[in-house]
């Protein structure tokens, strides 16, 4: 069976310092891999998207970025994180609908 | 654009009374809908897909496409249907990227 693995579960960084949250996919190849956040009152925002190894399509404008050096391996990064950074990220992957999500990254940017 | 939108950010009913939570969608071609759940403490979850036509714990979502609406109903509610609960679109069909609305949080009273 598929799982999807996300860490750290927690994570308080200060701001101007760089960022890391790594996501990986089990059971399945070639998954289409996603970064949604979830910051309150403002519900799931798609941030970044990837249908391939290498392959990344951003859907805002911000201070992140994402990579995906391996198939089933999906990074977010940031090289100083801002204080508007906060907020809670989820890791998903598909091969068809529906979307199966990772349990999450709780960021505090202080 | 593709656009959900789910008005009420918070939803309170009695044991036993029906539920139901609105979702509306903006979308120029034929959309996929679906609802998701995130019960406390767990990861997000997909709970039903229009498509399927299925009942799942009591829910049921029609999808009208000439009010381009899409809310999920229950008869009777049940203390564990509190939940966050958020309505999602996928529009473009080759990246399967969901669109979400921003969540109605239900508590259901004893």
């Known amino acids: 069976s598929q799982t999807i693995h996300q860490w750290p579960a927690t994570l308080v960084q200060p701001v101007g310092s760089p960022l890391s949250l790594e996501c990986t996919v089990e059971?399945?190849?070639?998954?289409?891999l996603y970064w949604y956040r979830q910051a309150a009152g403002r519900g799931l925002q798609l941030l970044f998207y990837?249908?391939?190894?290498?392959?990344i399509s951003s859907e805002v404008p911000q201070n992140l970025s994402a990579s995906r050096p391996q198939d089933r391996q999906f990074i977010l990064s940031s090289k100083k994180l801002l204080l508007s950074d906060s907020g809670f990220y989820l890791c998903?992957?598909?091969?068809?609908?529906?979307?199966?999500f990772g349990n999450g990254t709780r960021l505090t940017v202080t | 654009a593709q656009r959900v939108t789910q008005p009420e950010k918070l939803l309170s009913v009695f044991k036993g009374a029906p539920v139901e939570l609105k979702c509306n969608y903006s979308?120029?071609?034929?959309?996929?809908l679906f609802w998701y759940v995130q019960y406390s403490r767990q990861r997000l979850q997909l709970l039903l897909r229009?498509?399927s036509r299925e009942s799942i714990k009591g829910f049921t979502a029609d999808l009208n496409k000439g009010e381009t609406s899409f809310h999920l109903k229950k008869p009777f509610a049940q203390e564990e249907d509190s939940a966050m609960y958020y309505c999602?679109?996928?529009?473009?069909?080759?990246?399967?990227?969901?669109?979400f609305g921003q969540g109605t949080r239900l508590t259901i009273n004893p």
């Open positions: 998903a992957w598909s091969r068809n609908s529906p979307l199966h």
């Open positions: 229009h498509i």
């Open positions: 990837s249908v391939g190894i290498g392959q």
């Open positions: 999602a679109l996928v529009g473009a069909q080759g990246a399967q990227k969901l669109v």
């Open positions: 059971g399945t190849s070639n998954p289409n």
């Open positions: 979308y120029s071609g034929s959309p996929e």
